[in-house]
């Protein structure tokens, strides 16, 4: 499965650069999934699931109005084909003017939801979690729409008594919603290949490794629809309504399938689970609980479109988190960040008896350096005496930007004398920086130990105090309380 879009890539390049062919295959597309929505029909215009509900938004969405010939001549030919399936008494003219009626009232709340869908996700930055919420209401409003559309235009055709409205718009409504939200994931992502220039891909603002499955996920699918059968059996052994909830337990076996694989194949797992759910509805003659059925594909296809947000916000949350701890410019420890840290590690070392040091230091002649060679200058001090710090200290010290010029490092495990070691060298290559004619950076330091009863504040005030003192005796080196 995971070359299938290679498959497809292909298949996409031999055909004709014609929109013809290309809608004719849409066309064709189309009415296959119609009939796959009759294999699980269950009442007159009422289906478990309608995936060309699904179908429909998805190339509305995807391909535009370029796809409205297709779809509107797939749901004229349909209605003479319901005609003559559902045994009703109209000539021709009738059932022509019965599918124009049903195209229009399919195609037009569809077209309305996917181009609102659209311009949400193209407007400013690209949102993945808000843009599931919007895709998951904007399903919901316009399939509510297209049944009210569509049962009208049914009854107005003379294909449906004005009397079963009432049993009808529900299930309808219900039907609808899964074909799209199950359904129009998957072919978005299909259509998106198979048209030249898409009007959405989504690859472009997840990554292109969407279209990758890992090694495990024939298991995993396989798990799941072992786990969906289990459940359906379950329903048809007991026969009570009850049993028949079993089958919202697949949200969790979807949910690890969502936070674990790519987005093509989540939706590809979302798409078969829903589909035996329907076929086996039928073949084990739940018919009784098909409202239950209804409502969990719905339930499991949102909850796996919201688990594909998860990494986005898992990865957000940690972008922030990493804003929050980090100094832009010197890009060491944020002042919070040092102070927290500072005192987890202070509090650590004291209840275990460790060695714990803690060093301040500033450049020295830093405001003439401003003020002389101007802020940029300043800066590049500030970023080059960090890199220094840096490539001289272990993974398990800490340096953060205290304020200004002013900076904090935490040693824990480290003795006075070491600390005072490090200090020096520190000094020595901060003269080797060249960053303009004249200048030699240097800095001062100051150096505490840790005491019992200390705090992050006590140090520091005693490490300050040296620092004040290395100053007096001249800067460019290394004072210890």
Known sequence: MTHFYQRLSSFARQLSTSMLLRNLLLFVLWLAVWMLGLLVEYTEHASVWFPAAGLTFAALFIVGVRAIPALLSACVLITFWAGHYYQLQLDSWQLLQGGLLFGVAHIIPYYAGAR???????????????????????????????????????????????????????????????????????????????????????????????RIATAQFKYKLALTLSLLTLAMLLAWYANTPESAFAVFFLVIPHMWIACTESAFFNAVSVALSSFFIALLVNLLALMDYVMVYQFAINVIAANALFALAVPTLTAANYQLRLIAATDSLTQVAS?????????????????????????????????????????????????????????????????????????????????????????????????????????????????????????????????????????????SQVAWH
């Open 116 to 210: 609102i869908l659209r311009q949400l996700a193209n407007r400013g930055q690209f949102n993945l979690p808000l843009f599931v919420i919007g895709f998951l209401l904007i399903a919901a409003l316009s399939s509510i729409l297209a049944t009210i559309a569509v049962i009208a235009a049914l009854v107005l055709s003379a294909m449906l008594p004005f009397s079963a409205i009432s049993s009808t718009w529900l299930p309808f409504w219900i039907g609808d919603l899964a074909g799209v939200v199950v359904i129009a994931p998957l072919f978005a992502s299909v259509l998106s290949v198979l048209y030249p220039a898409p009007k959405f891909v989504l690859e472009n603002y997840i990554g292109p490794q969407q």
């Open 335 to 475: 002042r919070d960040h040092l102070q927290q840290r500072a005192e987890l590690e202070i509090s650590r070392c004291l209840e275990q008896a460790q060695p714990l040091c803690l060093m301040v230091f500033d450049i020295d002649h830093f405001k003439q350096i401003n003020d002389q060679l101007g802020h940029s200058v300043g800066d590049q001090v500030l970023q080059q005496a960090c890199q220094v710090t840096q490539h001289l200290l272990r993974p398990t010290d800490v340096i953060g930007r205290y304020g200004g010029d002013e900076f904090v490092v935490i040693l824990p495990n480290t003795e006075q004398d070491a600390v005072v070691a490090i200090g020096q060298r520190i000094i020595e290559r901060l003269l080797q920086i060249e960053l303009a004619d004249q200048l030699q950076v240097s800095a001062s330091f100051g150096v505490a130990a840790l005491q019992s009863g200390d705090s992050f504040r006590s140090l520091f005030e005693r490490a300050d105090s040296a620092l004040y003192r290395a100053k007096q005796q001249g800067r």
